[in-house]
């Protein structure tokens, strides 16, 4: 079964609006981490934000946050404010906190998000 | 930029050739993590070095051998080449090499082609 499911392959948004991006994940791990990256058509990958199995608060950085439903299983990514830069594929990931997993990130397929001046 | 650099950012080889890979992780990071993403595998971790010594492996192939060095920069060898090894490789870095906050940050990439 996959760890982490990215339904999304494709996302159009207009600028300036917002979008989200879905993740659900599979883990019996109580403790783990939640990863977003971006990756331009450039190729690096960058990290974005991160939410903790134990964080209380959904994170944010900037323009993004995180909605974390922990009983859903779900890190859905929120981007505000769209712009032209945000086009992209974005990646989530986890990171298991024990057992044979603590060590590697595993990803999803990812989704690509056209921003639409 | 993520301080995390590597070298070439692309290669091109011939099948059963040798090419070695190189990665300097970010200042203060003791542990290195290869990744290699293709198009039908995705994003697949290969292994990963925490202060010189291997810790763990992932799906990495018996033709490919990595290892970290006492400055802690990496490298990743890839011989006996196949067209099926045409992927972006991937080099991130850690501070603790472990644990749910532990972010890796990555480097831009080695695109390698294989003809």
């Known amino acids: 079964a996959q760890k982490i499911t990215q339904t999304q392959p494709g996302m159009f948004v207009q600028e300036k609006e917002a979008v989200t991006l879905d993740c659900t994940y599979d883990?019996?791990?109580?403790?783990?981490?939640l990863f977003w990256y971006k990756q331009p058509s450039s190729g690096e990958m960058i990290f974005l934000i991160y939410q903790g199995s134990y964080d209380q608060q959904n994170a944010t950085e900037g323009r993004y946050s995180l909605n974390f439903q922990k009983a859903r299983k779900s890190a859905n990514l929120v981007i505000s404010a769209s712009q032209l830069g945000d086009s992209a594929m974005y990646f989530c990931a986890m990171r298991e906190g024990s057992g044979g997993s603590n060590y590697k990130l595993t990803f999803g397929k990812g989704t690509l998000l056209t921003v639409n001046p | 930029d993520s301080g995390v650099t590597q070298t070439p950012k692309h290669l091109i080889t011939a099948t059963g050739q040798r090419v070695t890979l190189r990665c300097s992780p970010r200042s203060g990071d003791l542990s290195v993590y290869w990744y290699q993403q293709s198009l039908d595998q995705g994003l697949q971790f290969l292994i990963q070095?925490?202060?010189?010594?291997?810790?763990a492996k992932g799906n990495i192939l018996e033709r490919f051998s990595a290892q970290q060095f006492p400055d802690l920069h990496s490298e990743l060898n890839l011989s006996s080449l196949e067209l099926g090894d045409s992927a972006l490789y991937f080099c991130?870095?850690?501070?603790?090499?472990?644990?749910?906050?532990?972010?890796?940050?990555f480097g831009p990439g080695t695109r390698l082609t294989v003809l």
């Open positions: 883990t019996s791990d109580p403790s783990y981490g």
């Open positions: 991130a870095s850690s501070v603790a090499g472990e644990g749910i906050t532990d972010t890796q940050y």
């Open positions: 070095y925490y202060n010189g010594e291997e810790r």
